[in-house]
Every structure is written in C-alpha cells, then in structure tokens.
C-alpha cells in the first residue's frame, strides 16, 4: 500500500452514510407508517413523491437542491448562511436522495404486520405511540434492516447530487466517489483501483450478510 | 345489578350494525349468529375498535362511550380485556414478556388479578420460558387468554376463541374459560357460531341476525322461545339445568334431578348434587296426551303442560310446542300429530325424550 495513500475520503464517505441513515431511519418511520396505514386520497402523491429520486437525473435533483441551499434559497435565508458546499448540506442531500430506499423498506414491513397485533396491543392498554414504539418497530426489525443497509450502501455511492451540492473540498465534502473520479482524471489509477476495489468489498460482504440474515430469522414472521 | 349498556348503528357499505343491548354485567354472555350477522362487529364496537356514531356504552356504570356527550374513552385507556380467533401473540417477545405486556401497562391500584392466578387458572407454568412459535395453536390461545387477563380487565371480550382450533384442543380450552369466569368474577362477552360452546358457557344470550340484536336474555328462555328456532336451525330445543341425583351403575345410567322430574342420562363421572346443563332438542321430544299403559324402551317421560302451540306454517310438515315442565321444553311434532292429539294450551301431556345431550361431550 502506498505510504501517502489518502483515506480521508473513505472516512468521509463512511461519516456521511452513517448520519444520513441514522436520520433517515427517523424520518421515514413516520411516513413509511402513515403509507402503510392511511386510507387518505394523498397517500399516492406522497407515494410519488418518496419515489422520485429513483428516477430522477441526480443532477437534477442536485440542481434544485443547490437554490434551496444557497444563500439566496429558503433554507440558506433560514440559517442566515449557506448550506451548499458543506457537510450538513451534503446530509440534507443524502436524505433526499436515498429516502425511497429507506421508505419502502420500511412501507412494506409495516403492511405486512397488519392491524391485529396493534389492535392487540391498544386492548392492552398501549397508546397508539406506545404501541408503535414496542409492537410495530420492533416486529419491524427486518424491514429495518433492509432500510438501514440499503441507505448506508446507496449514500455511500452517491455521485452526482454531492458533486452538485458538495462540489470537492477535501476534508469537507470529498467523499470517496468523488476522489475515484479526480484520480481517474488525473491518472493516478492505483489509488483508483484500491478505493474502488474497497467500495466493491464492503458493499459486496454487507449486501451478503443482509440476505443471510434475512433467510435465517423465521421467529420475525408471525 | 351491574347492567352492560350499548346501542350501536355503524353503517358498512354492505351491512349495517344495529344493536341495542341491556345485559348483566356478570356472568358469561354469547353472542350468536350466523357469519355476517355482525356478531364480530357488535365486539369490537363494545371494545372501541370502532365508534359508531351516534353509540353509546356503559359497564357497570362507568361510562365508555356516548357520542350525545361528545364522549368516547379509546380503547387503550378501557379496563377491558379482548382475545381474537387468533392468539396474535406478539412474535418478538418470549412468554413471559408477552404475559406482562399488559400488566407494565396497569396502574398499580387498578390490579385485582395476580399472575400466580393466571398461571395457575390456565396451567401455563411450563410455558413461561419458551418463545411464541414453540408452542402449540391451544398454548399460545391461553397465553393470550391470560395475556388480557393480566391487564386487569372489567370485561373481556372473546372473538371465537376456539374457532382457529381443533375439537380435542376445543375441549382442553374451556374448562380453563369456564374457570376463569367462576374464580375471577370478570364478565365475559363471549361470540362464537358454535352452539355447543355457548351451552358449555353462557348463562346469557344474544341472538344476531342480519346486523341487528334480535333477543337476548337467559339462555333457557330464549332456546325455548317459539318465534326463534328458526335462527337456530336443527340445534332448537331447550336447555335445562339439572342437578345429579343418583347413579344406577348396574345399567351404566345417572339420574338427573330438575323441578321434580327426573331423566336418565349414560353414567358420568360426577358427584351427587353437581349441576350439569342438558340440551334437548326439540326434535327429540315425542308428545302423547295419556300415559301409555304399555311400557316402552324410551326411560325419560316427563309429565307437562302445554303453554304455546307454534304457529303451523303450510309449508312446513312440522310445529314446535312449547312445554311447561317446571322449567320451559320444546317438542317439535307433526302438523299431523298435532291434530290427532288436539292439543290446546293448558292440556296436560307427557313428553317423552328420546336423547339427551350433555354439554360436557361437546366441543
């Protein structure tokens, strides 16, 4: 391995994923759970919605991130400072674009659980947060998981939304598909090879213990 | 005498509950009738699963829901306990865990049943350690049993318990429902199809049909009614409790006691003076206006009085009368019969009963 070899932008990347599922795990509970359960005429725009990013150009996304960002955008104008170009812009970005993947996930683990063992729990004198919080979540647990794996593993690759609203600044916003990019540029292949080879490994060996675990907890279904 | 109130009328798109209820707060009640006669619906309006509008109901005088008053307790804050078709045990929790969900969730001085009750009454020490999927369908029903008995409930609402079971596990179950409504003292709105179930435990019944409560009241007097065989099928006839009075063991007979008559039934294992419950079918009773000089192979005759001839529709070879035997009896003849015999009310008869089912064989 090379002596200067950089892992500031893996160690970035890894930052970046951790905090984006974290938050995104929160976020989207609520409105996994409200698609799961509503009757409401909105839930298929709110469905359309989530699923956006899927399809959408990330520059595009990135594009309209960039002026709600900027100083000039509303959330700039909120915080008194610009969010573009930082690492809190880049969560916010993340979050957006990798919440279809967290949602879903989730939407479909809360259908599956049905309304009787909520019911069950609401004659046991649970609240209905009560309920959500120790009967929906943890029988969950999987979906959880899925949503967990597949945010991590997705903001982790993200590409174009960062170099929109994250450009390169090291330490800041040069995560590590960016770096790839720059030293493929700049020819330096063998730090290409090795951060792609690690991205290949990690995701490969997580995606794999995912699907192990999945196939092995029967008791999760009731 | 605690009264459970309700008036219900919650409109569906293909069906409509209408139910207006005044019954004992104490005791075991069944609600009966057909599938889709709404007897599902009517428990989970009791329990607040769903509000109708324009409902009201009260428990013992705590009032639960009356929309006049803009008033509707949700269900989490009602003392009340519900056990489904199926246990819906919670899968990520062991037994134990599961058996005191309810119990975290119960203020201290609102607790009148203690766990050792609960294991003891449903026999469920063994199980405590276990996981919800190791465990027989019938274990984990009377976990959940005991699961919404721990919450302490005023009442207990049971959605065909037994339903999603076998008859070998049917008959495991009840004498533990049967228990649990003795020593505890919870009333119990019991639903069930089952004809045999009620009999085994319901003192108090309520007739469903088409989404509207159309009787209710002890279960005697409403199986001998005559304007209700008709929701009751072939399963019409009366129900009598009786008392054990002598065993003939040579002929492998027990004599049953009940307002001075008596009737054979094959030997069972009780002590003189235990109550057992018979049904007899209607269509099981034969009437005769004299007292035959001649004896004859049928050992149960029993002396009555006519009270009620059923009307005698054209369409039917049959007509159900009804009896006053001390307590009501149903007999079902022929419209044939009927005139030959030229029955009037008050007209004294003899019935002779050809079988006899007792409530304990059934499951």
């Known amino acids: 391995m090379l002596p200067e070899f950089d892992f500031g932008p893996l160690w970035l990347s890894l930052r970046l994923a951790a905090v984006t599922t974290l938050l995104l795990l929160v976020v989207a509970s609520p409105v996994a759970w409200w698609l799961a359960r509503t009757r409401s005429p909105m839930r298929a725009a709110v469905e359309a919605v989530v699923a956006m990013p899927l399809v959408l150009p990330p520059t595009v996304l990135g594009f309209y991130l960039l002026l709600l960002l900027g100083p000039q955008g509303p959330l700039g104008a909120l915080t008194g400072s610009t969010l573009t170009f930082t690492f809190s812009g880049l969560v916010i970005a993340s979050i957006l674009y990798s919440l279809p993947f ?108 995912v699907y192990i675990l999945n196939r092995r907890s029967p008791a999760h279904r009731s | 005498m605690s009264r459970l109130l309700a008036r219900f009328d919650l409109a ?71 056990v489904f078709q199926e246990p819906h045990l919670f899968s990520h929790l062991s037994v134990h865990a599961n058996l005191h969900y309810g119990l975290k969730r119960t203020p201290q001085h609102e607790r009148y049943i203690s766990t050792e009750q609960v294991i003891d009454i449903l026999g469920i020490s063994h199980l405590m350690d276990r996981r919800p999927h190791q465990l027989s369908l019938g274990e984990q029903q009377r976990i959940a049993i005991g699961r919404a008995l721990l919450a302490s409930p005023r009442l207990l609402l049971m959605d065909e318990p037994l339903a999603s079971l076998d008859r070998p596990r049917k008959q495991e179950i009840l004498p533990f429902i049967q228990r649990l409504c003795v020593e505890l003292k919870i009333p119990v709105v019991y639903v069930s199809h089952s004809i045999q179930e009620i009999l085994q435990l319901a003192d108090t019944l309520v007739l469903m049909n088409e989404g509207a409560s159309i ?58 003076g235990q109550p057992l419950r018979v049904h007899i079918l209607a269509r099981n009773v034969s009437l005769a206006a004299a007292p035959l000089s001649e ?6 005759v029993i002396e009555a009085r006519v009270t009620e001839i059923g009307s005698a529709l054209e369409d039917r070879h049959s007509v159900d009368i009804r009896l006053d035997a001390g307590c009501p009896l149903l007999a079902s003849i022929t419209r044939k019969s009927l005139a030959m015999l030229g029955l009037v009310p008050g007209q004294r008869v003899y019935a002779y009963i050809k079988a006899v089912s007792l409530s304990q064989e059934w499951g």
């Open chain 1, 102 to 209: 967290v949602v879903q996930p989730l939407h479909n683990a809360f259908e599956a659980i049905g309304r009787k063992p909520l019911e069950t729990a609401w004659c046991l004198r649970a609240s209905p947060l009560d309920a959500f919080l120790t009967v929906a979540i943890p029988q969950a647990a999987r979906g959880y998981l899925t949503a967990a794996v597949l945010g991590f593993t997705h903001t982790l690759g993200e590409f174009g939304v960062v170099l929109m609203v994250g450009g390169n600044i090291p330490g800041q916003t040069r995560v590590i598909s960016i770096a790839i990019y720059d030293q493929v540029e700049t020819l330096d292949y063998t730090s290409a090879h090795l951060m792609s080879g690690l991205l290949l490994g990690f995701s490969f060996v997580v995606l794999l213990a």
């Open chain 2, 12 to 82: 569906r798109p293909e069906f409509r509950l209408q139910a207006q209820l005044d019954l004992p707060a104490q005791g075991v009640t069944a609600v009966f009738g057909r599938s889709g006669s709404g007897k599902t619906t009517l428990l989970r309006c009791l329990a607040g699963l769903e509000r109708s509008p324009a409902g009201f109901m009260s428990m013992g005088g705590t009032v639960w829901q009356d929309e006049e008053q803009g008033a509707f307790i949700p269900v989490y804050r009602r003392a009340l306990g519900m």
């Open chain 2, 215 to 272: 009787a209710a009241g002890p279960i005697q007097e409403i199986f001998s009614r005559l304007d209700l065989p008709h929701y009751l099928g072939d399963m019409a006839g009366s129900v009598v409790d009786t008392r054990v009075a002598g065993h003939e063991p040579e002929y492998g007979l027990t004599r049953l006691e009940f307002h001075g008559s008596q009737l054979y039934v094959p030997l069972q294992p009780l002590n003189i």
């Open chain 2, 295 to 300: 004896p004859i192979s049928v050992l149960n």
